[in-house]
């Protein structure tokens, strides 16, 4: 195995085009997991750690651009996440275990593409889109044109994620993100990721997407249709529960099957809304 | 055959130059090469916290870090941790609660404890469980672990 | 009021060593990290071992091929069972080969073994082995493998269907005819998983063969260095005089290391590669290969009169024991022993089988068979109170094991303190407040309060110690048990401190080597503290002999006027200025008259042999039973209404544990094995699919954390002594997982109305229950 700790994004990308098993490094803990049991052994390692670009942050008018090599841990403490945008927050946040917190990365998560895993689901919620460079220069696109299957990214050979773009988001709105799992430091059974927004006691704006309930995040415009316009009473959640789990495709697993997930979707719905709603209200 | 890589890694203070294969961790290489055996193997997966070591004070898992990236960075193992021959306050609170049992899962508590600590010098239960939450222990089912460890702030 | 007999008076401690929280002297080495676990050890041209593992749950072996793997450079030695004497063992049934030979019997099970110079090289080796076989049709659960035509898994060895490894039948009383007369009658089928011990130390050993003599050196992570000896002369056929075991610190143990795990194989390896062999398994190779709980399904029915009287208990209890019987007749024979509970039942009717699958082998685990039994008799005796419209607690207290009074099969309870611990734990617990006005709680989520009645057994078989006293008056004691991390070193230090009025700096307590420490059976079925604490003591009492002996001449008192006095001091009573020290009588013994003192203690608990004249017994293999302990459980916890997560918020266990040596150690152990219990109550369960394992990781497979567990886990040690263990001491280290799974089931039937008879209580199977509860359709409940 042939290991690289590149400086900028090109010297990455030429390195990458020199492997044809070349695998970018970010924060290593689900790459050297699969490596220690066996599962994968790229030719060439591309570490990603020195590329400063890598790990910057920018805010703009618009939103905030985030690293592909944030760690969790400081997307979890970025204080400029507010709003809508909190969705990912509280996503990274809660997500593993503490120390997994400390070493995985943003970029990881997306490029990984585990259906089980919450931050890509948390991206979709919050509109997020991303950056990419590859030996034809660099391209953003929505994050849900990212995530194709799961892990499977439409990354093309030789790119690389540098960034990500979280957008503002409509003022007033609240993100927030709910986990379930079987024990605290486990991958959730299911997540619910949403931004809502509240005019007085109707919901003017949602967007809800949910983890382990398909192969890529699950977000069904017409069930939030459902709920904009409505008071978020049961038979609304209910509505939008009905079409989250008719578009749904669960993982069916030691965490719970099919069937389970299928029941906790409209439930954990009902819960996440009623917690979103009342952080809008504070 | 794999390439080596040679990398300096700062260890406690102490500067250790290696060349190692890159698929190699941080866990293999402390064990292996340097013989520093108080970092323990428990999974190998990111699933059971013994081998956490601190980089730059924080905690995070040596199986899960290729050494090749950390050069440079300040690495705390269960080896440095006392100093002058003294344990540590954390160390000294579970040895006397009688804490201990079959010790595997101590090195990594206690370094998840010692960050812990330092960033927050009087936790309560709470937030000493959620400081544990990478780190399994399967014989003391955590209560007296936890109180040793808060104890060690003021709190009961 | 209390029935306690009035105990016998048990020896008194001198000194203050007894009864103190004294810090364990391994704690200190092991915070540091400088503790030695086997695979921290390393010996010149050490090479690494490794396995692999059967694709298949059921299959003939029908060729090898290792020549790919030989030839991979850096590798020393590749071992099928062609390479292997034709040895199988077993504990009880001889059934298991080190290497799977002719077939295998579960996917994972080891078929070949590796040395090489790294263990990446062996790894790679693994890989390049070619094995063909023929795959057999799979009997992958209890009720497969008992269908007329199953799948054979072992050569037949006698009468009845040949995948039944145990069967025992055991009746007392009359029960067919008096169900009529039984007010209540409950009846239902229970089910427990396969619980794993993920001890957080994988299983590991290193082997060294000395070349000039032959002799071969074991270092390994077990319970108990003497089996390991003598498992390990028999599968190789060596004598055991040519095997030494030692013992480094254990990274936990919990039942899964009383049998051999892979101390054989990686001595065919060290003699195959002429070189020492480290082999550590990964927690995958852990987890597929070496043992677990047994899975349990239990039918059981019990019946009671109006007044609260149960009268007759009807049990089939099924365990699968997987591909190898392993322990699992004792377990049976444990499980079948204990079905009826710490209850005084006349009429009973237990049949128990232990049933081979082609699924990893099940064997001991932290209170042997008897959780799965506490587990379906705690909830139906739950349920008959509810059907009598009594409180739990009282229907228990009303049909408790009274001092006196005999178990089933006929051995009698000695200190039967189950109603004390009952009373103990209703008070502590504010039973009646909590379980009438359940805390209030969030929207959406619900509390109630469970509790469970344990009876357990400490002691069996044997163990020796041997006491020395050192010229300056300090004291050896070697024992050959391991200590687990339990603190079992710690408590027998200070049992030998308190026979010898010592501090417990004038012990050295020796670690286990079979080359010096005498005999021990096994750290295992909580007999450790009770067992080898009878020893010290005795052994002890003959250095005290031997010590009032010379200093009656010393001192020249008759040794009828002698006293122990604190700190290593023989004096007379009455008499506070005469005295002489340990270390005097010690230089008079060695120089003057009489030679060294020392002395040595055996004992094998005696075993109870059932009385037949009143149970009638079919298939029970004998076995030492022990001596009876008991305790109470209660926990509190909140079910989520929206998700059927169940989270304990507090939980009181109340044990007699007869004399606490250690306290802290004591609550130690009732806290862990409350937890052990909460996760084989909630979320523990190895998962098969079309049989093969689909959780053999930490990942996979949770075990719970600091964040899934109170702190409030209140141990509460009542300190009843009696019996023969240390100053009346009782054990205690299985005690506490026996009871917490029923506790923790019978409270969310408190928190919710639903039933569940099937443990783990996963969210799903508590939402199940729950909206099987609230359908209106339904009428029982
Ligand atoms: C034990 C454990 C528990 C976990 N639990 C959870 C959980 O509960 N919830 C949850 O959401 N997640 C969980 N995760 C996943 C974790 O949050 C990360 O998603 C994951 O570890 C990947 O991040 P990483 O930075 O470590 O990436 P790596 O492991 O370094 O990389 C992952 C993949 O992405 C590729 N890659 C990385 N960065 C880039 C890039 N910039 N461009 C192109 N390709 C790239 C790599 O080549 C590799 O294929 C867990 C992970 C572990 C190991
Ligand atoms: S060994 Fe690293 S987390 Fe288990
Ligand atoms: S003390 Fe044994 S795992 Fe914690």
């Known amino acids: 195995m042939r290991y690289a700790e590149p400086e900028t994004v090109e010297e990455g990308l030429a390195l990458l085009s020199t492997h044809d098993d070349a695998r970018c490094l970010a924060g290593g803990a689900s790459l050297v997991s699969r490596m220690n049991a066996g599962q994968v052994a790229p030719a060439m390692l591309v570490s990603l750690h020195r590329i400063d670009e890598l790990a910057t942050t920018t805010e703009s008018a618009e939103g905030l651009w985030l690293g592909a090599m944030s760690i969790h841990r400081a997307v979890a403490t970025e204080a400029r996440l507010r709003g809508a945008m909190e969705v990912v927050r509280s996503a990274a946040s809660q997500l593993a275990h503490p120390a997994i917190r400390n070493m995985a990365t943003l970029g990881g998560s997306l490029c990984l593409a585990d259906p089980k895993t919450e931050l890509p689901a948390a991206l979709v919620a919050a509109s997020a889109r991303v950056e990419v460079a590859g030996p034809a220069g660099r391209r953003s696109l929505p994050v849900e044109q990212l995530l194709v299957g799961a892990f499977q990214t439409s990354l093309g050979k030789g790119e690389l994620l540098t960034r990500v773009f979280l957008p503002r988001g409509l003022g007033g709105a609240v993100g927030h993100h709910l986990r379930f799992s079987r024990v605290s430091a486990d991958y959730p059974t299911v997540s619910v990721s949403l931004v809502l927004a509240m005019d007085g006691e109707t919901c003017s704006h949602a967007r809800v997407v949910l983890g382990s309930c398909g192969p890529v995040p699950l977000h069904v415009d017409a069930a939030d249709a459902v709920l904009v316009g409505s008071r978020l009473e049961a038979r609304d959640v209910a509505e939008a529960g009905r079409l989250l789990v008719q578009a749904s495709a ?28 009342e952080l809008a209200h504070v | 055959m794999s390439d080596k890589v040679s990398l300096s890694l700062t260890i406690n203070g102490a500067q250790h130059a290696l060349t190692v294969a890159p698929e190699r961790t941080l866990l293999d290489v402390l064990r292996e090469e340097l013989r520093m055996t108080g970092t323990r193997r428990g999974c190998d997966a990111g699933d059971c916290g013994a081998c956490t070591v601190l980089v730059d004070g924080l905690p995070m898992l040596s199986c899960l870090s290729l050494p090749a990236r950390l050069g440079g960075r300040d690495i705390r193992t269960i080896e440095g941790v006392e100093s002058g021959g003294e344990l540590h306050p954390v160390q000294r609170a579970l040895v006397q609660h009688g804490a201990v049992q079959c010790g595997f899962c101590m090195s990594g508590i206690v370094l998840a404890a010692k960050a812990l600590l330092a960033r927050n010098p009087s936790p309560t239960l709470d937030e000493v469980r959620h400081a544990l939450g990478s780190n399994v222990c399967r014989c003391s089912g955590y209560a007296r672990v936890v109180e040793a460890i808060a104890s060690v702030g003021g709190r009961p | 009021m209390s029935h306690d007999a ?21 704690a200190r080495e092991k915070v540091t990290g400088r503790a030695l676990y086997t695979d921290d050890l390393v010996l010149p041209g050490m090479l690494h071992g490794a396995l692999l593992g059967s694709p298949h749950p059921h299959a003939r072996i029908l060729a090898y091929d290792t020549s790919r793997a030989k030839a991979l450079p850096g590798v020393r030695a590749v071992l099928t069972a062609e390479d292997l004497p034709p040895v199988d063992i077993g504990p009880v049934i001889k ?58 898994i072992h050569a037949p060895r006698g009468e009845g269907h040949p995948n039944v490894a145990t069967h025992i039948r055991l009746v007392e009383g009359e029960p067919d005819k008096v169900w009529a007369r039984c007010d209540a009658i409950i009846e239902d089928v229970y089910e427990t998983p396969a619980q794993q011990h993920v001890y957080l130390e994988p299983c590991t050993t290193l082997a060294a063969v000395d070349p000039d003599t032959g002799r071969i050196t074991i270092h390994t992570s077990t319970q108990t260095a003497f089996r390991v000896q003598a498992i390990t002369a028999e599968a190789l056929a060596v004598p055991m005089s040519r095997i030494r075991v030692q013992v480094p610190r254990v990274g936990g143990a919990f039942g899964g290391k009383v049998e051999s795990t892979n101390q054989p194989i990686t001595v065919a390896l060290a003699k195959a590669a002429g070189a020492p062999v480290r082999l550590t398994f990964s927690r995958t190779d852990d987890m597929r290969m070496m043992r677990s709980r047994h899975g349990a399904r239990i039918y059981m029915r019990t019946g009671a009169t109006r007044d609260g009287r149960i009268l007759a208990r009807q049990v089939r209890i099924h365990y699968d024991t997987g591909a190898y019987a392993d322990d699992g007749p004792f377990v049976a024979a444990i499980g079948s022993y204990f079905s009826r509970g710490p209850y005084r039942i006349p009429h009973v009717d237990v049949e128990c089988w232990s049933v081979y699958t082609n699924k990893l082998r099940a064997g001991a685990f932290r209170g042997f068979g008897n959780p799965q039994v ?201 008499e506070p200025g005469l005295s002489t020290t340990f270390g005097a009588i010690s230089g008079y013994a060695l120089y003057v008259a009489g030679g060294p003192i020392i002395a040595s203690s055996r004992w094998l608990f005696p075993a109870w042999q059932l009385d037949t004249r009143r149970t009638k017994v079919e298939g029970l293999p004998s076995m030492g039973n022990g001596f009876f302990v008991f305790a109470a459980q209660v926990a509190e916890v909140e079910v989520d209404e929206v998700t059927g997560k169940v989270d304990v918020l507090e939980a009181w266990c109340v044990h007699d544990v007869g004399r606490a040596l250690n306290p802290a150690a004591a609550a130690g152990q009732v806290q862990g094995g409350f937890v052990q219990g909460l996760g084989y109550a909630l979320t523990e369960e190895l998962v098969w699919k079309d049989g093969h394992l689909v959780n053999p990781s930490m990942s996979g497979y949770k075990v719970p954390g600091a964040l899934d567990v109170p702190v409030a886990i209140h141990p509460v040690l009542l300190e009843r002594a009696f019996g023969p263990g240390p100053f009346g001491a009782k054990g205690v280290a299985e005690v506490g997982v026996v009871g917490a799974a029923p506790a923790i089931i019978n409270a969310i039937r408190h928190a919710t109305g639903a039933r569940l008879n099937q443990i783990p209580a996963t969210g799903e199977r508590v939402l199940r229950a729950l909206l099987a509860h609230e359908a209106p359709a339904t009428k029982d409940g």
């Open chain 1, 250 to 277: 669960p993982l069916d697993d030691v965490r719970g099957s099919a069937e389970y997930r299928r029941m906790l979707i409209p439930r954990l719905l009902g819960r996440a809304l009623s917690q979103a709603r």
């Open chain 3, 6 to 26: 009035k105990p016998k008076p048990v020896p008194v401690p001198v000194g203050e060593v007894v009864g103190q929280s004294v810090p364990k002297p391994d």
């Open chain 3, 95 to 152: 059934d298991q080969p080190l290497l799977a030979r002719g077939k295998v019997r579960y996917a994972g099970e080891p078929v070949a073994a590796v040395a090489a110079v790294d263990l990446p090289t062996a790894r790679r080796a693994l890989e390049l082995i070619d094995i063909r076989y023929e795959v057999l049709p799979a009997a992958l659960d209890v009720d497969a493998a008992l269908r007329p035509d199953a799948p054979v």
């Open chain 3, 374 to 574: 506490h587990f379906a008799s705690e909830i139906q005796v739950d349920r008959l109170a509810e059907a009598l419209g009594m409180d739990p607690i009282e229907l228990r207290l009303r049909n408790a094991l009274e001092t006196g009074e005999k178990w089933l099969g006929g051995a009698p309870v000695e200190s039967g303190t189950l109603r004390a611990c009952l009373e103990k734990a209703r008070e502590v617990s504010d039973w009646h407040r909590r379980r009438e006005r359940p805390s209030t709680t969030s929207p959406g989520k619900r509390r109630g309060l469970g509790i469970a009645a344990v009876g357990h057994v400490s002691a069996l078989l044997g163990s020796s110690a041997t006491v020395r006293l050192n010229e300056d008056g300090t004291v050896n004691v070697s024992t050959g048990a391991v200590d687990t991390g339990q603190g079992s070193d710690t408590a027998l230090a200070q049992v030998a401190a308190g026979a010898l009025g010592l501090s417990l700096e004038q012990i050295n307590f020796s670690r286990p080597d079979t080359d010096t420490s005498p005999y021990d059976w096994c750290t295992g079925g909580t007999r450790t503290t009770f067992t080898v604490g009878h020893v010290i003591t005795e052994a002890c009492e003959q250095v005290r002999e031997q010590l009032f002996e010379h200093a009656s001449a010393i001192l020249e008192r008759p040794v009828k006027q002698l006293e122990l006095r604190p700190g290593g001091v023989v004096g007379v009573r009455g």
